[in-house]
């Protein structure tokens, strides 16, 4: 089962003006586990990454690749309903963890010479498990459990009322 949690979306959840830093701070920290990896749409080389000062010291460990559907798809896309991009997946570690965590949603950005990206994507094995956008504030957890889904809500009061099923 596939849920995603927007803030404000079509005024869904107005209790937000934005997904809080704290909520993030603690996806990365209980939801987001040693084993797992990260992605940054639109930087598919190693040389591409190592260059910005997002992750500047972090030793990063290629952890394959990924082709998932991203939340933002270029205007010039003609088949939007099987477009699908590929992203560079980093083995989740202590240290890229601190590093996002000095990060807010709202500056995901592809202008941004820190955070260079509008979209993180998540992987646990060879599954997608979240992806995290700028635009709408937009956080999609993929096929979320009936626990992961109870863990969510006990991390904020607001995702009860934010997380809708796709």
């Known amino acids: 089962m596939r849920y995603n949690l927007f803030y404000n979306y079509h005024k869904l959840n107005q209790t ?14 209980e939801y987001i586990i040693p084993g797992d990896a990260v992605g940054f749409k639109g930087l598919s080389r190693l040389v591409d990454i190592e260059n910005y000062g997002l992750l500047e010291g972090v030793s990063l460990v290629p952890a394959g690749t990924i082709q998932y559907r991203p939340y ?6 003609r088949d939007i309903e099987n477009y699908q991009e590929q992203v560079l997946l980093f083995a989740w570690n202590q240290r890229m963890q601190t590093q996002l965590q000095q990060v807010s949603l709202t500056e995901l950005c592809p202008d941004n010479e820190f955070v260079p ?17 700028n635009v709408d504030q937009h ?11 109870r863990m ?15």
Do not use: N
Request: hydrophobic share 45%; with cysteine.
């Open 16 to 29: 937000w003006e934005m997904i809080p830093d704290g909520l993030w701070h603690k996806l990365l920290s």
């Open 72 to 77: 933002c798809i270029p205007a010039a896309v």
């Open 117 to 133: 990206t509008e979209e993180l994507v998540f992987t646990r094995g060879e599954q997608l498990l979240m992806t995290a956008s």
């Open 139 to 149: 956080l999609c957890f993929y096929q979320l459990s009936y626990s992961e889904k």
């Open 152 to 166: 969510l809500e006990s991390l904020d009061p607001g995702i009860q009322q934010g997380l809708i099923e796709a």
